[in-house]
């Protein structure tokens, strides 16, 4: 393929006549396109993704789409999406590295880019969730993927010229930001066009949520924190589907809403998610209770959050080379205790904001357009609506009550007794 060709959609039918001459396609998998299998699996809101088989190996090809998958082309969203992604991915790989697929190939017009093929048994981190397996390793690789990207991306790590200069690149993402602008913060709470529910079951709480003042004002100086706090770069959207797992390995994928935002965003959605998994659980006991495994996701959780406290104290402590909470006015001047009390401070800060990200992540994945397979693959509508039922009231909880939370404990302690609420 040759970067003067206009934006072409790939296909089935069409990629090995497209990439048969793409050198680095394939070095990966082989010059013999007679002998390529391809398979399209993109099962996202936004891309295509193929999987490519050939002689001596595999390769994944995600190409953008002008518009967003899940809605149609009433819906154009920018192809500019994919070179936020590829360089998102590589910043990622440089400060978190092994966390990301390896990159082949990147092109900027056909807006695609060629990665690693996390073969099986890699599955989406949600199938296995909702499948019920416990993965032994999830919170320490996930802990550590945040620590380090949100911690080497922002202003206590990097040199304040090379993060200005991609802050503006990453500033134009401007309608990928939009997407979780309108969608997370604000359709939930209105009757937005795209917006779905478990109806009617939900109807009642939904009307009260959308009454609810405390709530509505909350979310809104949550959306006022995503936009303008600019402190370091997101992967913008990391939820369970946005992460590949076997049971040693963990990797990060779709850094597609990369932005510089609030380090509390990427935690909180994350926790939200597992959060989430936890409520749905009761709606896929068919087969056997999963009481052990409302107890593993939880358990998850507190060790994400303590594996990335833990992480992110070591880079404070090591790595604070930035402007920020510059070592000249502590360690320098003997004053180890000044720096741990600023540490303190951000991470205190971080916890308050990172349950409002999460409690509004709950509730946008019920209440709004991109609902989550957690609850959809739920098939009983009464007991699909009860698990959310619950989800929501949590969600409200840790939104609201934010600033009066001090421990993932109680945290857990509340998503227990409320998950335990007979019907709601
Ligand atoms: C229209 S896109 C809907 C959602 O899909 C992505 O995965 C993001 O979470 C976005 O909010
Ligand atoms: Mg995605």
């Not at 056997?288 to 358990?299: I, W």
């Amino acid at each position: 393929m040759t970067e003067e060709l206009p934006f072409e959609a790939l296909s089935v039918e069409t990629l090995a006549a497209r990439l048969g001459g793409n050198d680095a396609l394939c070095a990966k998998i082989g010059k013999d396109t007679d002998a390529w299998k391809v398979r399209e699996v993109g099962d996202g809101n936004l891309n295509l993704v193929f999987i490519v088989e050939g002689a001596s190996g595999a390769a994944v090809v995600k190409q953008a789409l002008p518009y967003v998958r899940l809605v149609g082309d009433s819906w154009p969203l920018p192809l500019k999406r994919s070179f936020f992604e590829y360089h998102a991915l590589t910043r990622q790989e440089a400060r978190a590295p092994g966390s990301v697929p390896a990159i082949h190939y990147f092109d900027e017009r056909q807006a695609l880019i060629i990665m690693e093929y996390l073969a099986p048994p890699h599955i989406i981190l949600r199938r296995a969730l909702i499948d019920g397996r416990q993965l032994p390793n999830i919170a320490r690789d996930i802990g550590l993927f945040i620590a380090r990207t949100l911690f080497r991306g922002s202003d206590l790590h990097m040199a304040a010229k090379d993060r200005k200069a991609d802050l503006a690149l990453f500033a134009d993402n401007v309608e990928l930001c939009d997407i979780t602008e309108s969608l997370v913060f604000s359709d939930p709470y209105f009757d937005a066009k795209m917006n779905r529910h478990t109806s009617p079951q939900l109807d009642g709480l939904v009307a009260e949520l959308r009454a609810d003042r405390d709530l509505k004002v909350e979310a809104q100086r949550l959306k006022h924190l995503f936009a303008a706090n600019a402190e370091t770069l997101l992967h913008g959207d990391l939820h369970s589907g946005s992460i590949m797992v076997t049971d040693t390995e963990t990797r990060m994928i779709d850094p597609e809403f990369a932005f510089y935002g609030p380090m509390a965003f990427d935690v909180g959605m994350l926790l939200a998610n597992f959060w989430m998994s936890f409520f749905s659980q009761r709606g896929h006991e068919q087969e056997g209770r999963r009481d052990a495994m409302r107890a593993y996701l939880l358990e998850v959780t507190t060790e994400t959050w303590a594996v990335f406290r833990a992480e992110f104290s070591h880079l404070w402590r090591t790595e604070r080379t930035g402007m920020l909470y510059q070592k000249s006015l502590f360690e320098d001047q003997g004053d180890r205790l000044g720096a741990e009390q600023a540490l303190d401070h951000v991470l205190h800060q971080m916890w308050t904001d990172l349950l409002g990200f999460a409690g509004i992540e709950v509730h946008r994945r019920i209440l709004g357009l991109a609902h989550n397979a957690d609850f959809e693959t739920i098939a009983d509508e009464d007991l699909r609506a009860s698990c959310e039922a619950k989800a929501l009231k949590f969600g409200r909880h840790i939104a609201v009550n934010r600033r009066q939370i001090h421990s993932i404990d109680e945290v857990n302690n509340l998503a227990t007794l409320i998950e335990q609420e007979s019907s709601i």
